[in-house]
């Protein structure tokens, strides 16, 4: 089994920073593309960023310019960096991931964790 488990969620003002954490654990070979997608009540799971095996990133329209991704392939870690936070990035932000487990990918969610920005 794959468990991804992120961490670094929290309340911040409008304007702050935080930084998300997601540790890939368990038993595959590989990992191939990981990211961040969110949730806000009422609205459907949107892309934040993913970024590639060989660290290639894609953003979000809305976050471009402001999160910035990355990967640690050693570790099977991915950590998301937000600045400039505003009161709209707030949602429940989950880690995802393609993982390689024999000859096959399968794609993994984490349980999600808590951004809340005030204004």
């Known amino acids: 089994q794959v468990q991804l488990v992120e961490s670094g969620g929290g309340s911040v003002q409008s304007g702050g920073s935080l930084r998300l954490s997601c540790a890939a654990s368990?038993?595959?070979?590989?990992?191939?593309?990981m990211g961040w997608y969110r949730q806000a009540p009422g609205t459907e799971r949107e892309l934040v960023a993913v970024?590639?095996?060989?660290?290639?990133?894609n953003y979000g329209d809305s976050v471009k310019g402001r999160f910035t991704i990355s990967r640690d392939n050693v570790k099977n870690t991915v950590a998301l960096q937000m600045n400039s936070l505003k009161p709209e990035d707030t949602a429940v932000y989950y880690c995802?991931?393609?993982?390689?487990?024999?000859?096959?990918?399968?794609?993994?969610w984490g349980q999600g964790t808590q951004v809340t920005v005030s204004s």
């Open positions: 995802n991931a393609d993982v390689q487990r024999r000859m096959d990918f399968f794609n993994y």
């Open positions: 368990g038993s595959f070979l590989s990992i191939a593309t």
């Open positions: 970024i590639s095996s060989g660290s290639r990133p």
